[in-house]
């Protein structure tokens, strides 16, 4: 069975930094891209980053790039999401998953999330 947990959340003030995880089991990151992906209230759930499946290419949404940063431990069946510069508007619960390529669909069902307050 699958499972993605997710953790690290928390109230941070504007510029400050957080380390999220997603604890994973059921698959193999040699087989399945993982991503990190964030819903604001009112808004549409958002791609954040992305770690491919194999090499461990790393993608990520323009509005973090440079402040954000994807890794994977496969020992621990882990990813991480290290978030630096944070700002009042990355304010979302956070979720991890993996996408079926760009289709916007996903392999497995969602987790908890969890929550990211940055205040200014």
């Known amino acids: 069975e699958v499972q993605l947990v997710e953790s690290g959340g928390a109230l941070v003030q504007a510029g400050g930094s957080l380390r999220l995880s997603c604890a994973t089991s059921?698959?193999?990151?040699?087989?399945?891209?993982v991503g990190w992906f964030r819903q604001a209230p009112g808004k549409e759930r958002e791609g954040v980053a992305c770690?491919?499946?194999?090499?461990?290419?790393?993608y990520y949404a323009d509005s973090v790039k440079g402040r954000f940063t994807i890794s994977r431990d496969k020992a621990k069946n882990t990813v991480y999401l290290q978030m630096n510069s944070l700002k009042p508007e990355d304010t979302a619960v956070y979720y991890c998953?993996?996408?079926?390529?760009?289709?916007?669909?996903?392999?497995?069902?969602w987790g908890q999330g969890t929550q990211v307050t940055v205040s200014s």
């Open positions: 998953n993996a996408p079926i390529g760009y289709s916007g669909s996903f392999y497995f069902n």
């Open positions: 059921g698959f193999s990151y040699d087989d399945y891209a």
């Open positions: 770690i491919s499946s194999g090499h461990g290419d790393t």
